[in-house]
């Protein structure tokens, strides 16, 4: 169970309990909130704070009994990469001879050779360096941003990040509040590692045990964004990333997308999912042919609701560290 999730079902104010359809939908629009948030650049929250807020926005939502829930249409739009992350050349992007499940299964079983074993104190920091480059829809501009966070292990001391060349600073999580992914390495840890454990478990949908046989289509893409999420942390406990991409493997309806490229250029396998609006243009990439994990590709608008900008990311460097700003 998410800590958002915790939330909702505890929050009182002498209301009587949602129901679980109510539940439902109140998570749906959590998660649209989450797909769309838009920060401004003058006091931007970083993309954690933003989860974060989410959370008290749809508590308000699903009381009122006013959540609109997404409806499925438009399925397909999102299975077409842009020709600002497609290669020059690039064969038609619908694919015959690999599947989602094929590209992801293989990931994981690279991932389970190469992984590290990795135990942080929880006084330590996990430092990574993302690398972004944006790329302005109408204009064709591109800008790049080196991205360095430094998180604390245990979430009890202040986290510096930075989000497209801002840097901002995180304060500790107060009681009761939770983020997604959960910030504290103690949290990851408790994750099953068992991909068909681990898609009711982030979802937890009334019960981290619900069969996945009893998900609606609005709680596949529930999974298929937070899993999503959770790949965006550059370390995680021993086993857990695999388990996710094994799992994104049983979402029904993602999709392989070949000639795709990523913010280093390098050719790959986007995996999306386009049977839901909410995830048009963002996808995971994958190497064509070992099926490595290169990086991400999502999509922004401007406040205005001018710009449209096409993020392809990718992380370079991670490491352990003892203190803020230190280096590895």
Known sequence: MTDELELLRD???????????????ARHRLLNTMAHVQRRPDSAPSRRHALRLATAAVVAVAVTGTAVLMTEDGAGEGDRPDRADRAP????????????????????AQTGEDEKTVAPRDDQFIYSKRIIKETERKTGEVKTYEDVNWDSVDGSKRSL??????????????????????????????LPTDPKKLIPAIVGVGTSSMPLSDFTAHEWFDAYFMLGELLKSPVLPQGLRPAAYEALALVPGVKAIAGVKDSAGRMGVGISFPKSPLGKGRYLIFDAKSYAFLGFRDERTSASGDETYIQLSHVVDWAIVDRLKQLP
């Open 11 to 25: 929050w009182d104010a002498d209301t009587a309990p949602l129901s679980e359809a109510a539940r439902a939908k």
């Open 89 to 108: 050349g690039a064969a038609s992007p619908r694919m015959g001879n690999v599947s989602a499940a094929t590209v992801l299964n293989g990931a994981a």
């Open 161 to 190: 990040t930075m989000e497209l060349g801002r840097m901002i600073w995180e304060e500790p999580l107060k009681k009761g509040e939770g983020v997604w992914p959960p910030r504290e390495w103690s949290k990851l840890k408790k």
